[in-house]
Nanobody
C-alpha cells in the first residue's frame, strides 16, 4: 500500500495550488477517499471526501474553494485549492475514509506541506 501526496509549497494568500496523490493498487477504484490536513499544534481534520461514485463533501471552511477529484486510470487523486488563506497552512495527506489500518496500525502515507503567507 502506498499513498503519496505531493504538490505542496509556499503560496501567498489568494493563490492556488493543486495537490496530487499517487495511490497504489486499486485503492481509488473502490474506496471513498479523502484529503486530510494537520496544522501545527492541531489535530488532523478531514477536508474533502469523494466516493467511488463521485459524490463529494467538503469542510465548511473550504467549500467553494477546494475541489477533490480522482483519475482511477492514472491511480491519482487531486485536490485543487483556490483562494488560499493562511489558515489553510498545514500538512495535507490523502487516505481512504475511514483511514487505512494495516496490521492494526493507522497508515498515513507521505504528506505534503502547504504554507500560505498573508
Amino acid at each position: 500500500v502506498q499513498l503519496q501526496a505531493s504538490g505542496g509549497g509556499l503560496v501567498q494568500a489568494g493563490g492556488s495550488l493543486r495537490l496530487s496523490c499517487a495511490a497504489s493498487g486499486g485503492i481509488l477504484r473502490v474506496n471513498e477517499m479523502g484529503w486530510y490536513r494537520q496544522a501545527p499544534g492541531k489535530q488532523r481534520e478531514l477536508v474533502a471526501t469523494e466516493t467511488s461514485f463521485g459524490s463529494t463533501t467538503y469542510l465548511n471552511s473550504v467549500k467553494g474553494r477546494f475541489t477533490i477529484s480522482r483519475d482511477v486510470s492514472k491511480k491519482m487523486m487531486y485536490l485543487q485549492m483556490y483562494s488560499l488563506k493562511p489558515e489553510d497552512t498545514a500538512v495535507y495527506y490523502c487516505n481512504t475514509r475511514p483511514g487505512l489500518r494495516i496490521n492494526g496500525n493507522d497508515y498515513w502515507g507521505q504528506g505534503t506541506l502547504v504554507t500560505v503567507s498573508s
